[in-house]
């Protein structure tokens, strides 16, 4: 199609997206090369939103019920690893899953207890999750999560995707929960490569801090827009979605 017969909100847009991927291309440019990618899992390739289908049978709107889960889940990892009481993330996420229940006084049975957690296995990647994978191929892939080495393997396996990655790596493996430096060096030690040539994947804000503070190169995907923590390094790359992380790296 001859330029002028672009529509101008189109053009404007191409060349903004332009400029965007070469401001990505030029920040990553600085530095060693980037010789693989770690995604965090939860919220980054797994959408923690689609736990609503399975609380639908608690409430007709389950999405406070959810937000309230996945925030005492975060908080309950934090507040072992600075208290030193590790307990793996099932465990944390029951512990979650019935401090909600109880502030939304609801009574649950074993049963639907253990219908609601293993929805943490059932877990949809965002719709973009595929082809990043796929534009990535030749590079070194893995996941670093706080999940349980038994969560990270049932959502890999449900959704077919565990062969994408080199390596799984749980905080179960350093027995304490980012953004403790000892889980971020799980990845480096897994993958035999020094943090400054690997690219930090997460679209949670205090991972991406954590992150880079440990001395990784990091994206964070920025889905929703928020702003970023102020109290620690910014990560090199923002992003809306994933599939900017091939485009950075030219794939």
């Known amino acids: 199609m001859p330029r002028a017969h672009i529509p101008p909100l ?19 440019a600085d530095g060693p090369a980037i010789e693989a990618v770690v995604f965090d899992a939860y919220g980054t390739l797994f959408d923690v939103a ?12 389950p ?8 925030a005492k889940q975060l908080e309950g990892s934090w507040q072992r690893a600075l208290m030193g009481r590790y307990a793996d993330f099932a465990r944390v996420t029951r512990e979650a899953l019935e401090q909600a229940l ?21 877990l949809e990647p965002f719709p973009e999750v595929r082809g990043t994978l796929d534009r990535l191929r030749g590079l070194p892939l893995a996941i670093l999560s706080n999940g349980s080495p038994v969560m990270l393997a049932a959502v890999l396996d ?16 350093a027995r304490t929960y980012k ?12 993958l035999d490569l020094p943090a400054d040539r690997i690219l930090f994947v997460s679209a949670n804000a205090w ?11 990091v994206a964070w995907c920025n889905r929703a827009a928020h702003v970023g923590e102020t109290y620690g390094p910014a990560p090199d790359l923002e992003l809306r979605a994933l599939d900017g992380v091939a485009d950075a790296l030219r794939r």
């Not at 689609?50 to 709107?61: N, W």
């Not at 006084?105 to 219908?115: G, K, R």
């Not at 953004?179 to 971020?184: A, F, L, M």
């Open 63 to 70: 999405a406070p019920f959810v937000a309230l889960w996945r």
């Open 102 to 122: 109880a502030q939304f006084a609801i009574s649950a049975d074993e049963t639907t207890i253990d219908a609601l957690l293993d929805a943490w296995g059932m």
């Open 10 to 28: 189109l053009r404007d847009a191409a060349s903004a997206r332009r400029r965007e991927i070469l401001a990505w291309q030029v920040a990553l």
């Open 207 to 217: 991972d991406a801090v954590g992150a880079k503070a440990y001395g990784f190169r």
């Open 50 to 61: 689609s736990v609503k289908v399975a609380c639908r049978e608690l409430l007709p709107d």
């Open 179 to 190: 953004p403790d430096p000892r889980v971020y060096a799980l990845a480096p030690a897994a």
């Open 158 to 173: 449900h959704n077919d995707l565990a062969a994408r990655f080199a390596a799984v790596l749980s905080a179960d493996a």
